[in-house]
Structure formats: structure tokens, C-alpha cells
């Protein structure tokens, strides 16, 4: 059973933090505000986020917008969620980037709920060029979106491996 529930403590751990950072970042910057920390290639600035993210969609003037991304925020909860509690075989690196995609959806989830937006705060540049801002959220569903990938990747060599072995 506790391997069953630890993806779901991984994934409040990551709601956890994303809430502490972007409330830190609310409370100490003003909206716009931005303070370089490398200077040339890392900023905190605070920024308010209507569309999903790194900024797609944000342009988009729909009174459905957020309604439809908090729908779709909810049907990827539930799915990963019945495969997280779903026995069987499930490798840890799956179970981990579920789980970091879960812990970065709630952490998103809340703010565009309760907010409206979504707070953004983490601005990478070198010179003239910016990624656009994100948040822990934002990176936790990076990196488990990485891990899941990465998981597809070792599983196709497995097969592959085990192919040529069995010729």
C-alpha cells in the first residue's frame, strides 16, 4: 500500500512548494517587478499568467478560457490518478513523472481557481532572449513529462534488446 501512496505524497509535496514560492513571490515583488540574480541569464520577476504554459494561450480572449483549462486540469488529475492506484507493473520512473505532473497540475490548478491566473515567476534569458517566465509547477510537469518520456524511451530498448536476444 505505501507504494501506492507515495507518487500522491511526492505530488503535495511539489503543491506545497509551488504554493510557498509563488506566495513568497506575491507578497515581496510587485506585479511586473523583476530582480536579476544572474545577471544576462536569470531573473525573479512576478507575473500573472491567463493561459497555460510558458504563456500559450494567454492572448486567447475567451470568457470559456479558464472553465475549459480547469476541466482539462481535472480530467488529467483523474487520469492520472486511476493509474497511479491502478495495480500492476508500473515502474518508478513512471510513478514519479505522474506524480510530478499531478503535484505541478494542483499547484496551477489552484491559482487559476482561486486567482484566475497563474503566478509566474522564473525568467531565463541570454541577452536578448527570453524563455517565458514559469514556476515550480511549470517544471515539475517538465520533468515528469522528461521522465515519462524517458521511461517510453528505456522501455522500446528493453523490447528491442529482447528481440535480438531471443533471434
Known amino acids: 500500500m505505501g507504494s501506492r501512496i507515495l507518487p500522491f505524497v511526492a505530488a503535495i509535496i511539489v503543491f506545497v512548494l509551488d504554493r510557498?514560492?509563488?506566495?513568497?513571490i506575491k507578497s515581496s515583488f510587485s506585479l511586473w517587478d523583476t530582480r536579476a540574480v544572474i545577471p544576462g541569464l536569470f531573473n525573479i520577476v512576478h507575473t500573472e499568467n491567463p493561459g497555460i504554459a510558458f504563456g500559450m494561450l494567454a492572448t486567447l480572449v475567451?470568457?470559456?478560457?479558464?472553465?475549459?483549462?480547469i476541466g482539462f486540469s481535472i480530467l488529467v488529475l483523474a487520469i492520472i490518478s486511476a493509474v497511479l492506484l491502478k495495480t500492476g507493473g508500473t515502474g518508478?520512473?513512471?510513478?514519479?513523472?505522474?506524480?510530478?505532473?499531478?503535484?505541478?497540475?494542483?499547484?496551477?490548478?489552484?491559482?487559476?481557481?482561486?486567482?484566475?491566473?497563474?503566478?509566474?515567476?522564473?525568467?531565463?534569458?541570454?541577452?536578448?532572449?527570453y524563455f517565458p517566465a514559469f514556476n515550480v509547477a511549470d517544471s515539475a510537469i517538465t520533468v515528469g513529462a522528461c521522465l515519462l518520456l524517458l521511461d517510453m524511451w528505456y522501455s522500446k530498448e528493453r523490447k528491442s534488446q529482447t528481440a535480438e536476444f531471443s533471434r
Do not use: Y
Open 62 to 69: 475567451n470568457p470559456w478560457r479558464n472553465l475549459i483549462l
Open 20 to 24: 510557498i514560492t509563488k506566495d513568497l
Open 92 to 129: 518508478q520512473l513512471v510513478r514519479m513523472g505522474l506524480a510530478l505532473v499531478m503535484g505541478g497540475a494542483l499547484g496551477n490548478l489552484f491559482d487559476r481557481i482561486v486567482h484566475g491566473t497563474v503566478t509566474d515567476f522564473v525568467e531565463l534569458h541570454v541577452g536578448d532572449h
